[in-house]
C-alpha cells in the first residue's frame, strides 16, 4: 500500500491570525504535507456548520484588510516549506483581478465556486487546483481540465464539508479515472477524519487526504477551553501545540 | 441579421458561479426546463393551473384617488389577489410542476418574508411533493402568520439561526442542503437570482404578470404607459412586470429597492449565491449587512437580468426608506382599500415620486402580494 500523505484545511484568521499561523506551522512540523488555507469569507456557500463557524469566528472581530491576508500567506509559504500550500476561496474574493493579483504564489489555488469544465472567470496567481465531484468524474464526458492544474482535489462524498459525510462507494474508480488523464497529485477531501478514513483513501489509490472539519472542530475544542484572560501568546502555544499533536498522531500511526 | 444579445440578456445567460457539486444537478435543470418548453401538453396543463387553482388573470386595477392626489393616471397590477397573496405563486407552481416533470418528488426552499415560502408549500401539496422551507430565525418570528401556513401546507419549516437569520442566511442554508441532497430533491428558488439557469426560469415564469398588464392597459387605456414600477429584493416581480415592456422603448421601468439594501443602487459587481450581479458588499469584498422593515426585500444582491437593464441604462433604480414605504402603505390603502405587502409598498412611494417627476402620465405599479401578514411590523413601526 502506498504512503498516504495527510493534508489539513484551516480558515486564516481563525483565532486571530497570529493563532491560524501557529496553527498551520505547527501542523507543517507535524509532517502534514497539504496545507488547504481557507480565506476568511462572510458566506462560505460550501461549507459545513463546523469551518462555517471558523470564518465567523475570524470575521467576529471585524474584517481582516486583504494586504493582511496576502501577507500571511506568503509567510505560511516562506515558514512552512516541508508542505505543499493551496488556498482556499470564493471568487467574490478575487473578484477584482487587482487585488487578487496580490495574492502571493503558492502551490495551487481552489475557487470553490468554479465549475470543474470552466476556465477560471477570476484571476489565479497560482496554478488552479482541479476541484472534482465524483459524479462530475463518473460522467462519461469528463475530460482534461481546461488549463493546467497543480493539484487535483476530489470529493469522497456527494455533500458539502463535514466530518460525518459517509463517502461515496465509487471513490477507488473515479480515483482511476481521474489517473487516466492527469498525473497531478490527486487529494481526496470532504467527510475524512479518522485514521480508517486515510486507510481506505490509500486503498482508494489517492495521494493523500486532506482533514477539515475534524481538525477546525479539535482546534476550536481546544481554543474554547483557554482561559479568555490568557495572553495572546500563551493562546497560540497551546493551539499550535494541540495541532501538532493532532496532525503528529495521525502521521506517526 | 441576427441582433447581439443585450447586456441583461448576457448576464442573465452567463455561466453561474457554483461549487463543482451542483453543476451536473444545473444541467439537468436546464436540459428539464427546455424540455417542458418543447412540450405542448405539459405547458398547457400548468396554464390551466394558472387559471383553475392560482386565481389567474389579476386584474388591472385603476386606482383614481391615487392618480389624482399625484397627478396622472395610476394602475396597479394586483399580485395581491393570486391565490396564498403573492405572486411568488405563478413561479413555485412552475417550478414544482417541473421537479414533478423531472420525476423528482421532493423540492427544497428558501424564504425571506416568508412568501415564496408558502407559495412553495401550496404548490408542493397541490402536485404531492415533500417541502423543505429554510426561512431566517429572526423571519420566521417577524413573519410568524407565514411560518403557520407553511407547516398547515404540509411543508417543513427550518430556522436558519447563523449569522444575520434573515434571507441571505436562508439562502445559503438551503442551497448547501441542496449540494448535498440534489439527486433526489429539486430546488425551488424564489427569485430571479442564483447559478443560471434559475434566473431565466424565475422570470419565464413570473413574466405572465408583464404579459398580462400589458394587454390589460392597452385596453384600459389604449396605449402603453409611461412607466412601470415595482420593487425590487432579488427581483422576481419586477423581471416579470419588466419583461413584457422591455422592448417598448418608451415605457420607462422603475425599481424601488430598500434604502438598507439597495442593490442596484448603491451595489458593485461581484459573485453571490452562484450569480454574478451586483451586490452590496464591504471594502474587503465579504457580502454587507443589510436592512429593510420588509423581509422580501432585505436582500444583498439582485438578479442578473435587472442588473444588467441598470447597467445598461434601461432601467432606473430608486432607493426608498422604510418610512416611505409606510407612507405609502397606508396611502393605498386609505385611498383606494387595498393593503398591500411592505414590499409593495416601496413601489407605491416610487411611483408617487415618478409622477411628481413625470405629471400626467400613466403609470403601472407592481402590488406584488398583500399586506396581511405584515400588519404586526407595521403596528410595531408606526408604534400604535
Known amino acids: 500500500m502506498r504512503r498516504m500523505r495527510v493534508g489539513i484545511y484551516f480558515t486564516l484568521g481563525d483565532f486571530g491570525l497570529d493563532g491560524s499561523l501557529g496553527i498551520l506551522q505547527a501542523a507543517a512540523r507535524a509532517g502534514a504535507g497539504l496545507l488547504e488555507v481557507g480565506l476568511p469569507f462572510s458566506d462560505p456557500l460550501l461549507d459545513g456548520p463546523v469551518i462555517q463557524a471558523g470564518h465567523q469566528r475570524a470575521l467576529a472581530g471585524g474584517e481582516i484588510p486583504w494586504d493582511d491576508v496576502c501577507a500571511a500567506v506568503a509567510e505560511v509559504r516562506r515558514t512552512c516549506g516541508g508542505a505543499l500550500v493551496s488556498v482556499m476561496t470564493a471568487s467574490q474574493l478575487l473578484y477584482d483581478p487587482v487585488r487578487a493579483g496580490r495574492l502571493p504564489q503558492v502551490d495551487g489555488i481552489l475557487v470553490t465556486d468554479i465549475a470543474w469544465d470552466r476556465p477560471s472567470p477570476v484571476r489565479l496567481t497560482s496554478p488552479r487546483v482541479w476541484f472534482l465531484s465524483q459524479a462530475v468524474v463518473m460522467q462519461d464526458s469528463f475530460a482534461m481540465p481546461p488549463e493546467p492544474v497543480s493539484l487535483v482535489y476530489l470529493t469522497r462524498v456527494q455533500g458539502i464539508t463535514g466530518a460525518d459525510q459517509r463517502a461515496s462507494g465509487t471513490t477507488a474508480e473515479a480515483v482511476r479515472r481521474v489517473r487516466e488523464r492527469t498525473g497531478a497529485g490527486l487529494w481526496l477531501g470532504f467527510g475524512a477524519s479518522t485514521r480508517e478514513d486515510i486507510q481506505a483513501a490509500a486503498g482508494d489509490g489517492a495521494d493523500g487526504v486532506v482533514i477539515g472539519s475534524a481538525f477546525v472542530a479539535e482546534m476550536s475544542r481546544r481554543g474554547g477551553a483557554i482561559s479568555a484572560e490568557a495572553p495572546a501568546g500563551e493562546r497560540v502555544r497551546v493551539l499550535s501545540e494541540a495541532a501538532g499533536e493532532w496532525v503528529d498522531r495521525l502521521v506517526r500511526e | ?384
Open chain 2, 1 to 384: 441579421m441576427i441582433e447581439e444579445p443585450t447586456i441583461w440578456q448576457r448576464m442573465e445567460a452567463a455561466d453561474g458561479f457554483v461549487p463543482p457539486l451542483l453543476a451536473p444537478a444545473l444541467k439537468a435543470l436546464e436540459a428539464g426546463f427546455l424540455g417542458f418548453l418543447d412540450d405542448a401538453a405539459a405547458r398547457a396543463e400548468l396554464d390551466g393551473l394558472l387559471l383553475t387553482f392560482a386565481g389567474r388573470p389579476t386584474p388591472l386595477t385603476e386606482a383614481a384617488h391615487l392618480g389624482q392626489r399625484w397627478g396622472g393616471r395610476v394602475f396597479l397590477k394586483r399580485e395581491d389577489m393570486v391565490h396564498g397573496g403573492a405572486h411568488k405563486l405563478n413561479n413555485a407552481l412552475g417550478q414544482c410542476f417541473l421537479a414533478r416533470y423531472m420525476g423528482f418528488r421532493e423540492v427544497i426552499a428558501e424564504t425571506g418574508a416568508g412568501q415564496h415560502g408558502v407559495a412553495t408549500a401550496i404548490a408542493a401539496a397541490r402536485f404531492g411533493l415533500k417541502a423543505q422551507v429554510y426561512q431566517g430565525a429572526i423571519d420566521v418570528e417577524r413573519q410568524a402568520l407565514n411560518a403557520h401556513r407553511m407547516r398547515l401546507f404540509g411543508a417543513t419549516l427550518h430556522p436558519v439561526h447563523e449569522g444575520s437569520k434573515t434571507l441571505n442566511e436562508a439562502v445559503n442554508a438551503a442551497l448547501r442542503v441542496w449540494v448535498s441532497r440534489h439527486r433526489e430533491a429539486a430546488y425551488c428558488l424564489g427569485s430571479v437570482t442564483g447559478p443560471r439557469p434559475y434566473p431565466g426560469i424565475v422570470r419565464h415564469f413570473q413574466r405572465v404578470i408583464g404579459d398580462e398588464a400589458r394587454r390589460q392597459v392597452l385596453e384600459a387605456t389604449g396605449g402603453l404607459p409611461g412607466c412601470v414600477v415595482a420593487c425590487v429584493g432579488g427581483g422576481s416581480n419586477a423581471a416579470g412586470l419588466f419583461s413584457a415592456f422591455v422592448g417598448d422603448p418608451g415605457v420607462g421601468m422603475l425599481a424601488c429597492e430598500a434604502a438598507g439594501a439597495a442593490s442596484l443602487t448603491y451595489g458593485t459587481m461581484g459573485t453571490l449565491h452562484g450569480m454574478e450581479s451586483l451586490v452590496l458588499q464591504t471594502p474587503e469584498r465579504n457580502i454587507a449587512a443589510t436592512h429593510s422593515i420588509s423581509a422580501g426585500l432585505d436582500y444583498p444582491g439582485v438578479g442578473p437580468w435587472l442588473a444588467g437593464l441598470k447597467i445598461g441604462g434601461r432601467m432606473d433604480s430608486l432607493a426608498v426608506t422604510d418610512d416611505e414605504a409606510l407612507d405609502g402603505l397606508e396611502e393605498l390603502a386609505r385611498e383606494e382599500g387595498v393593503l398591500c405587502a411592505l414590499e409593495s409598498a416601496h413601489a407605491v412611494a416610487g411611483a408617487r415620486t415618478w409622477l411628481a417627476r413625470h405629471p400626467g402620465e400613466v403609470c403601472v405599479i407592481g402590488i406584488s402580494g398583500r399586506g396581511d401578514k405584515d400588519l404586526d411590523s407595521y403596528l410595531r413601526a408606526r408604534g400604535d
